[in-house]
C-alpha cells in the first residue's frame, strides 16, 4: 500500500511539475513544432515519467534535471527571438523546393526531403498536378507552403471587382449553458437582450442553450444542447 501512495503522489506531482512548465516554455513549442521541439518534448515526457513512475530514482533529481532542461528551453526561445542569426542557426530556414513551377532537386537533397515527400505535402495542400503550382516552400516545422500559378487560384471578388461587406470574428455569448458577461458588455449589450433573443426562437432557459454567438453582421446564432433533428446523417459503416 506505501508503494502505490507513493507512486500516486509522484504521478500528480510529476503532472502538476509539467503542466507548470510546459506552459513556462510558452505556446509556440507545441503549435509549430519543429524537430529540435519534437526531441525536447519527448526528453520532457520522459523526465516527467521518471518522476511518476521511477520509484527507485531520487525524484528531486530528476526533478532538478527536468527543471534545468526547461530553462534552458526558455533560454533558448527569448535567444532565438532576440537574434534572427541566432535563431536561424537554432531553429533552420524555410526552403525553397519548387521555383517557377521547377522542382530544386538541390535542396530536396540537402534537406533529405525527397519527391515522394513533396507530392504526398502537395496532395495534402490540394494539388494533384505539380504543373498547378509555382511555388513551394518547406517550412522549418516540416510544412509545406505553397503558391498555386496565377491562372489556378480561386476567383475573388477583389477579382471580379465585387464590393463585399466587412466580416470580422463572431463574438461567443453563451458557452456550455453559460453567459459570458465580459462579451456582453464589451458589445454594449445586455442580459435582458440576450434574454429576449433567445424568447423569440423559443428558449426560454439559458441553459437549454449549447453555443450562441454573435456575428459582425449583428446576426445571433444559437445551438441548443438538445437538437430536434428530423433525420441525422450516418457515415459510419455500422448497421442500423
Known amino acids: 500500500m506505501p508503494v502505490i ?40 515526457g520522459g523526465m516527467g515519467a521518471l518522476m511518476a513512475a521511477g520509484l527507485n530514482i531520487n525524484i528531486w533529481g530528476v526533478f532538478a534535471a527536468l527543471l534545468t532542461f526547461v530553462v534552458l528551453l526558455i533560454l533558448n526561445g527569448y535567444l532565438a527571438l532576440e537574434s534572427r542569426p541566432l535563431r536561424k542557426l537554432l531553429r533552420g530556414e524555410p526552403v525553397v523546393v519548387v521555383h517557377n513551377g521547377k522542382i530544386l532537386e538541390g535542396n530536396m537533397a540537402q534537406m533529405r526531403y525527397s519527391s515522394d515527400d513533396l507530392m504526398t505535402q502537395l496532395r495534402e ?18 510544412q509545406l507552403s505553397v503558391m498555386p500559378k496565377s491562372q489556378n487560384r480561386p476567383v475573388t471578388p477583389k477579382d471580379l471587382n465585387i464590393p463585399t461587406a466587412y466580416e470580422g470574428v463572431s463574438t461567443e455569448l ?34 437549454e442553450v ?16 438538445q437538437d430536434t433533428l428530423d433525420n441525422v446523417t450516418d457515415i459510419s459503416d455500422k448497421e442500423v
Do not use: C, P
Open 5 to 44: 501512495m507513493e507512486a500516486i503522489l509522484r504521478a500528480v506531482f510529476a503532472f502538476v511539475v509539467l503542466l507548470v512548465l510546459v506552459r513556462l516554455t510558452g505556446k509556440q513549442h507545441y503549435s509549430q513544432l519543429t524537430f529540435f521541439d519534437f526531441v525536447a518534448g519527448i526528453a520532457i
Open 125 to 142: 495542400k490540394g494539388y494533384f498536378n505539380i504543373a498547378d503550382v509555382e511555388y513551394a516552400i518547406l517550412e522549418t516545422d516540416g
Open 174 to 207: 453563451i458557452v456550455d449553458g453559460k453567459v459570458i458577461e465580459q462579451n456582453l458588455t464589451q458589445n454594449k449589450l445586455s442580459a435582458k437582450w440576450l434574454e429576449d433573443q433567445l424568447k423569440m426562437q423559443g428558449i426560454y432557459n439559458v441553459g
Open 210 to 225: 449549447s453555443y450562441a454567438s454573435l456575428g459582425t453582421d449583428g446576426k445571433l446564432y444559437v445551438d441548443k444542447k
